[in-house]
């Protein structure tokens, strides 16, 4: 910075310039304190454990070399969630962007009351997914829930078979939570997307005679491109690491039939076996920091 | 372009059907924290009115009243009602656990987000782009690879179950966010604001202090409420790191026993815990969107 050069009175005695406010250091020292600290110092200590086996007589830790990674890889358990985890994020993200996008260009106009429409619309980002879990719990019970019963009377699903305890139907249940918290929020960001687009290019388009579907593939969708990968990409990792909403819903049940790969990892933590469940979460974490760089730069997205 | 009357009607129809949809969920679960017992399990079909609203699941978790006196203030008919284990259904403590919680994390991750947001925006240093990547790539950790390890420092260093452990580990989270947030706010304030003040004698931190914070101020509004929000919904690392510590979301979840699931509490408990996310979330619409995609979307 060109202030360096002016002369200030100097206090009575003088810091080194990096203790100074002149320079970034004492800006970002204690946020780099705290994350090494609780950020890089855990990651580390899980990747050590992830090499380490508990001995069960002396209750302490034994080097394993690769013992829990090859037992990772062989465990048709852990393939099972990774599967699970790819449909449910697929899946989450395909039905959200679609609704997002739909619902967006619903909402967008300025016409009286759409305003309170819009706003209405992002209540449900706030709801603590725990009690999120809870409320399609609560509507998806086989007994009573408001939803269970208007599917068994409209005959899609057999009050024999309730929603919970079916494989599929339980998978889709979970993902019924998500859909409904976090598809506004690709409706948010596609709307302020169309707020930002410019007015004449759609001019153009309307005397040209373009239809609005033309309108919307041709010049739209690709005008939205960088909006979209933004939300993309933050949904994606969110989705890709999700918990609570299966802890809740169906705890990786029926079986484990709709365990995702985080729900794995924390089910082994609660068995103490803590190597192991470390060495998921690293799975879990490797997975994302590939996926998302490949993102970032097939997409270009900049923050 | 032109619409059609009948057009726009059918757009306003559907555009409050869809908002409707979404909403019922959340209607749903109020109108169920405020039925009696009977009607929230009544198999015969949805209970939507015909039923005496009932304040009884809010005195008991809000008020700390205990189950039993309400069972006995409903005279016998009631008693077969009570069953479930001995777990304590008065939350009074849990709001409160949540909401120290949520403060102090807040405050904590402006105070460290602030400086280094600041000193993003406006200082040029060798690395500056790898750092903030950094900082960008916490945001991508999954919380379970966090929490594992986290668990046995925390055992250590004896910040296990304590408001404090929670507090570092909400903030470790919320950091990422509230750097890019801010430094989108503080790289809208012009550099010239800064250099004028720098050239009128103010130091670098009083220009920081008195000049450029002052500016920011809607902004750092806006990161505190979702860093609040964030900390008040947060669930897989409370349930983890605590034990007798219960934040919201985790006492909720213990609701649920082996014998029954309290619908009556958990819906009002959690109706509760809403409101105040609810009442936030409107204050802030404005910077919703860049809050939502860490800063890199402006409206």
């Known amino acids: ?303 | 372009m032109e619409s059609s009357r009948a057009q726009t009607i059918a757009r306003d129809v559907l555009a409050v059907l869809v908002v409707a949809i979404f909403m019922f969920p959340i209607a749903w679960w109020a109108l169920s924290s405020i039925k009696p017992y009977s009607a929230i399990f009544d198999r015969s079909g949805p209970v939507y009115t015909g039923f005496t609203p009932t304040p009884d699941n809010y005195r008991v978790t809000l008020l700390g009243v205990s189950r039993v006196d309400i069972g006995m203030e409903q005279g016998g008919e009631a008693a077969g009602v009570i069953k479930g284990g001995a777990s304590s259904y008065d939350s009074r403590q849990s709001l409160l656990d949540s909401a120290i919680i949520a403060v102090g994390s807040t405050a904590l991750t402006l105070l460290l987000a602030t400086l280094a947001a600041y000193c993003l925006s406006r200082m040029q240093f060798s690395g500056q782009q790898s750092f903030l990547f950094w900082i960008l790539s916490q945001r991508f950790m999954p919380p379970i690879a966090i929490v594992i390890p986290v668990v046995f420092m925390f055992r250590d260093l004896g910040l296990r179950d304590t408001y404090t452990g929670l507090i570092l580990v909400h903030s470790l989270i919320n950091l990422p966010l509230a750097v890019l947030l801010l430094k989108s706010f503080f790289d809208d304030v012009p550099r010239e604001v800064d250099e004028a003040a720098l050239i009128d004698g103010a130091t670098r931190w009083q220009t920081f202090r008195r000049v450029v914070l002052p500016m920011v101020k809607g902004g750092i509004a806006a990161t505190a409420v979702l860093c609040f929000i964030f900390s008040w919904t947060e669930f897989l690392l409370s349930l983890f790191l605590t034990t007798s510590i219960r934040t919201v979301p985790v006492k909720i979840s213990t609701f649920v026993t082996s014998t029954a699931t309290e619908w009556g509490y958990i819906t009002a408990l959690g109706t509760s815990a809403i409101i105040p996310s609810f009442i936030f979330i409107l204050l802030v619409q404005r910077h919703l969107v860049r809050g939502l995609t860490l800063g890199s979307l402006k409206e």
């Open chain 1, 1 to 303: 910075m060109s202030s360096a050069i002016l002369t200030r009175p100097t206090s009575r005695w003088a810091l080194p310039r990096f203790m100074t406010a002149e320079h970034p250091f004492p800006w970002l020292a204690p946020i780099t304190v705290m994350l090494l600290v609780f950020g890089i110092y855990p990651l580390a200590y899980s990747v050590w454990l992830s090499f380490h086996k508990r001995n069960v007589v002396s209750r302490q830790l034994d080097f394993a070399g690769l013992h829990q990674w090859t037992r990772a890889f062989s465990d048709a358990r852990m393939w099972h969630s990774l599967e699970t985890t790819l449909i449910y994020t697929f899946v989450a993200l395909a039905v959200q962007l679609a609704l997002g996008i739909l619902i967006a260009l619903l909402l967008d106009t300025d016409r009286k009351g759409y305003g309170v429409l819009r706003a209405l619309m992002t209540l449900p980002l706030v709801v603590p997914p725990a009690v999120t879990g809870m409320m399609f719990l609560l509507m998806q019970d086989g007994s009573f829930g408001v939803l269970s019963f208007y599917l068994y009377a409209l005959d899609l699903i057999s009050p024999a078979q309730p929603i919970l305890t079916q494989p599929g139907t339980a998978l889709a249940a979970i993902l019924l939570a998500d859909i409904w918290q976090w598809t506004p929020f690709m409706v948010l960001i596609i709307l302020a997307g169309l707020r930002a687009l410019p007015k004449e290019p759609f001019e153009a388009a309307a005397i040209d005679g373009a239809n609005g579907i033309q309108t919307f593939l041709r010049l739209t969708l690709p005008m939205l491109r960088k909006v979209i990968a933004v939300a993309v990409l933050i949904r994606g990792v969110d989705l890709f690491r999700i918990y609570d909403y299966v802890y809740i819903i169906t705890a990786g049940g029926p079986g484990t039939a709709t365990e995702t790969l985080s729900f794995y990892a924390g089910r082994i933590y609660f068995t103490g076996d803590f190597p192991y469940a470390a060495t998921l979460s690293l799975i879990v974490l490797v997975v994302l920091i590939v996926v998302s760089n490949l993102f970032v730069r097939l997409f270009k997205v900049r923050f």
